[in-house]
């Protein structure tokens, strides 16, 4: 008797332990099919919990979805140890951020740019959205004879030899993300420093298109809901220099793109800047450069500042996305790689110290749209509006410089 019940009591346990798993094992199923198919929040850290290096599954993730978005204004994130801060967050899935970097001879953690596009099948030839068409085959990187290119550039600062020396570019000009991974190949210097930057200066109409895809980036002093002490501000700085001393006319768009409904949101703000970008350039066919301005976003105790002219000048920082993702093809990488390559050089030769070392992500950033598209970022929210605004002086130069 005894034994007939405990056989039926281990029975019923047994059941209800199967019970449990199989539950359990749909829930999971179901949350994972979810990043696919749903615009549902993940959380993987509710599932598992693991101490393995979240390069893995940010790799994972960047491969079915490159979903992130743009933390400069939260103290929350910016502030966040980037360590633990990506053991959590790289775990999400759709829109939820991937981002968060640190560069450790700043002691400072930057929260970058960011591109949410539409999921698609990437097992498709060609990808499809409201905006434009992609083709699988593209080439992202165009293909180059060293032997028959002329350098239009001489850096003075570096020898060809360091430049051409993968570790030396490493350490002293590029910094990766570390969600990618290039390699030599990556960086053509012969190409960079041989691509003509300049434009035709005797062409009527705007020569250079500035903008913000997020323009509410403001800084440590600014006058909240003053435009004029936020990155669009700066851009009219940048502007004013641009045509009244190098007689260059300039097209800026200040249009918000990272309020939706009253609300900020840079969720899609580069899709949504994507399509007017593309009618302006239609509408002035003479525009040949586009300069994307943002600000930084740094822990509270670093200040990005140095001293050009007497004057306290927030640093700035060229950044390149190399379209490592078949949705997001930019087939001007090299040509957008060459014109930061050769910003940075002239700025190293004009102004030392003034740039900190161009920065490196998988994604595009709208520079598709045209060769010499310039991604700045002005500064962090650590600077003050002055040292923002002072620092469009040198940009000015340096840009003039590689662009006449």
């Known amino acids: 008797m005894n034994k007939a019940y405990s056989i039926r009591k281990n029975k ?18 179901i949350k994972l099919f979810g990043m696919y198919f749903t615009n549902e929040i993940i959380s993987f850290k509710n599932l598992v919990f693991s101490d393995i290096d979240s390069s893995f599954f940010t790799s994972l993730i960047h491969s079915v979805n490159p979903s992130v978005e743009y933390y ?17 967050e790289a775990l999400y899935g759709y829109n939820i951020p991937l981002i968060s970097f640190v560069m450790k001879n700043d002691d400072s953690s930057y929260a970058t740019a960011s591109e949410n596009y539409p ?45 051409n020396n993968f570790s030396f570019l490493k350490t002293n000009l590029y910094t990766f993300d570390p969600s990618i991974n290039p390699t030599k190949a990556n960086f053509p210097v ?28 403001s800084f440590v002093d600014s006058v909240k809901g003053k435009k004029e002490d936020t990155v669009v501000g700066v851009g009219d700085e940048l502007v004013r220099i641009l045509e009244e001393k190098y007689n260059i006319e300039v097209l800026h768009h200040r249009k918000e793109y990272d309020i939706v409904n009253g609300k900020l949101d840079r969720d899609e703000a580069y899709q949504r800047i994507e399509a007017p970008l593309k009618e302006l350039i239609k509408e002035n066919p003479s525009i040949e450069v586009l300069i994307d301005i ?9 200040r990005l500042v140095n001293n050009i ?16 993702y078949s949705v997001m093809p930019n087939k001007y990488v090299t040509d957008n790689m060459a014109f930061s390559f050769q910003m940075q050089l002239k700025a190293g030769e004009l102004y030392p110290n003034f740039t900190r070392k ?12 045209k060769p010499k ?5 002005v500064g962090a929210q650590t600077n003050t509006v002055s040292e923002a605004m002072n620092a469009m002086e040198p940009l000015a130069k340096i840009l003039y410089e590689v662009i006449k």
């Open 12 to 29: 019923k346990a047994s059941l209800v332990y199967m019970a449990v798993l199989i539950v359990l094992s749909i829930i999971i199923i």
């Open 72 to 88: 400069l204004d939260s103290d929350t994130k910016t502030n966040l140890e980037i360590e633990n801060y990506n053991k959590v």
């Open 119 to 163: 999921k698609l099948d990437q097992k498709k030839e060609t990808f499809q959205n409201e905006l434009e068409q992609y083709d699988k085959d593209e080439s992202f990187f165009s293909s180059h004879t060293l032997e028959q290119q002329t350098p239009v550039v001489n850096p003075t600062n570096y020898s060809m030899e360091q430049l």
């Open 190 to 217: 012969e190409e960079f420093l041989s691509k003509d930057m300049s434009i035709n200066m005797n062409e009527d109409g705007p020569k250079i298109l500035i903008y913000h895809t997020h323009s509410q980036e």
């Open 294 to 302: 943002h600000r930084d976003g740094v822990n509270g105790n670093v």
């Open 309 to 324: 002219d007497g004057k306290q000048t927030a640093k700035i920082m060229f950044f390149n996305g190399l379209a490592l």
């Open 358 to 369: 161009i920065y490196l992500r998988g994604y595009r950033y709208n520079l598709h749209l």
């Open 373 to 377: 598209s310039l991604f700045v970022e």
